[in-house]
């Protein structure tokens, strides 16, 4: 372990989500650069992750989550794993208000570059009242403990952070990409029973709450009304899931309505797509929106997503408004126009604004030597 330039991640979970993919992505960014990572997570890692992580010679520690413990306890074992498994080059923390507490165990054990990492626009939906109230404590003592702090959205910064942070864009494993594109996007829409004339309108992400994807209900509903021969595909799970079905039963659209569940695979789906949405009451920087715009995809957004999600390959469209009328005129001028980008343009837009693997890693290489 001496001499090893050796990262500790703590975040949530490895198995889904936007985050996971953020954390994965740049552990394997940076291995190629001599950095390697090691996770604190709350749950265990599928054998697939397992699998990936292997492969870059990270390790994997599962703790209890805070809330089924208490701060004390959480942060001694954290301080346990550093002190069994370190020294570590730097901590790197992505658990919103509670950053501070994994950067005071990393303090205690003489981790000096101390980076905490904001990703969603708002707190946890699952934090208590109390919690809530003292959040504007929590992003002072986030701001302390840290000795980096860093986002990926304005709107995260100020959430997590409240001031002083650094942007730094999520980035997309163009490999994938690459893989995608071994697959034919007409057998992908015949496997669903889709018409070949009919146009696919995509969603992938968590199924409720800040995600407002029963938006899509009646934005389909009117779309529908209007005789085009469209098509809805949802990808994602979450606590509205079966409510937002029942709902598009009750407008008698199930027959053009796919709703498939969490799928591992879903950047390879995303290539069926003619228009992919973005509901959102309120966004940090969207992985799968990213993963759509990559693929070729365009995509209407709505006001709740920050426009640095907008890659700058010409395939990301604002509605300014959450009025149905409106965005189903955006979306029949965006089909309209049959939009093709290929794959040369997204790779220098990516490159120009620097979101590329190499600028981002790059970054955070910076980050964790603290260099200026």
Not at 12 to 22: E, P, T
Not at 112 to 118: C, E, I, L, P, T
Not at 178 to 188: E, R
Not at 225 to 235: E, F, N, P, R, T
């Amino acid at each position: 372990m001496e001499g090893e330039k050796r990262i500790l991640v703590v975040v949530d979970s490895l198995n889904s989500g936007g985050i996971a993919s953020v954390v994965l992505n740049i552990a394997k960014g940076i291995y190629t650069r001599g950095f390697k990572c090691d996770f604190i997570c709350y749950m265990q890692p599928t054998e697939e992750v397992i699998e990936e992580l292997k492969a870059i010679e990270s390790r994997y520690f599962v703790i209890n989550r805070l809330f089924n413990s208490n701060p004390l306890k959480y942060i001694k074992s954290i301080k346990e794993v550093i002190r069994k498994n370190g020294p570590y080059l730097a901590i790197h923390v992505h658990t919103a208000m509670f950053i501070w507490l994994a950067c005071l165990a990393a303090k205690t054990e003489g981790i000096n570059v101390r980076v905490g990492h904001a990703h969603g626009s708002s707190f946890d939906g699952s934090a208590n009242r109390l919690t809530r109230l003292l959040q504007p404590i929590f992003k002072v003592f986030n701001r302390l403990l840290c000795t980096k702090t860093l986002t990926c959205a304005d709107k995260s910064g100020r959430a997590t952070f409240g001031k002083a942070y650094e942007f730094i864009p999520n980035f997309i494993n163009l490999n994938k990409i690459d893989n995608c594109s071994t697959f034919d996007k007409a057998d992908l829409i015949n496997s669903f029973g889709i018409p070949k004339d009919g146009k696919i309108l995509g969603y992938v992400g968590y199924i409720g709450g800040e995600k407002n994807t029963k938006h899509l209900v009646n934005l389909f509903n009117d779309l529908k009304k209007d005789d085009i021969k469209a098509y809805l595909v949802i990808i994602g799970d979450g606590r509205e899931f079966i409510s937002i079905k029942e709902s598009f039963r009750k407008c008698g659209l199930s027959d053009y309505v796919c709703m498939l569940g969490y799928k591992t695979n879903a950047m390879e789906l995303m290539r069926m797509f003619d228009v992919y949405l973005v509901p959102s009451f309120s966004e940090g920087m969207s992985m799968s929106l990213l993963e759509a715009q990559i693929n070729g995809v365009p995509s209407i957004v709505s006001p709740g997503v920050p426009l640095n999600n907008d890659i700058g390959a010409g395939l990301f469209y604002r509605c300014n408004t959450f009025k149905v009328e409106e965005w189903t005129d955006e979306i029949k001028k965006v089909l309209d126009k049959q939009i093709t980008v290929s794959k040369d343009k997204i790779l220098l837009s990516l490159k120009n604004k620097e979101y590329d693997m190499d600028s981002v890693c790059s970054k955070y290489v910076k980050v964790y030597q603290d260099e200026k």
